[in-house]
């Protein structure tokens, strides 16, 4: 049974940082991609970025690029999500997900395992 626990979500100020991290369990994530999405009230959940375990490979959203950095710890088997220039409109609870396809999706559909989310706050 797969397990993902995020966790680092709180409140922050706009133009601050915070890192999310999401603590894999159960199997081995070699083979597996690994997202996170975000969720705002009333809205539909969206794709913020991605990881490929096995090579590395990244792919992000627009509305995150040059700010978000994805990455992950094999030894810990950890993903995380290092988010800096925090802006209001990136207040969300932030999901972390897994799937077996072997490219970055970007639609929620393609990933069969998600964590309990984690609320993010940026707010003065």
């Known amino acids: 049974q797969v397990q993902l626990v995020e966790s680092g979500g709180g409140l922050v100020q706009p133009g601050g940082s915070l890192r999310l991290s999401c603590a894999a369990s159960g199997r081995s994530f070699s083979s597996y991609v690994m997202g996170w999405f975000r969720q705002a009230p009333g809205k539909e959940r969206e794709f913020v970025t991605g990881?490929?375990?096995?090579?590395?490979?990244?792919y992000y959203a627009d509305s995150v690029k040059g700010r978000f950095t994805i990455s992950r710890d094999n030894a810990k088997n950890t993903v995380y999500l290092q988010m800096n220039s925090l802006k209001p409109e990136d207040t969300a609870v932030y999901f972390c997900?897994?799937?077996?396809?072997?490219?970055?999706?970007?639609?929620?559909?393609?990933?069969?395992?998600w964590g309990q989310g984690t609320q993010v706050t940026v707010s003065s």
């Open positions: 997900a897994a799937t077996r396809a072997t490219v970055v999706h970007a639609t929620a559909r393609w990933y069969d395992y």
């Open positions: 990881i490929k375990w096995s090579d590395g490979s990244r």
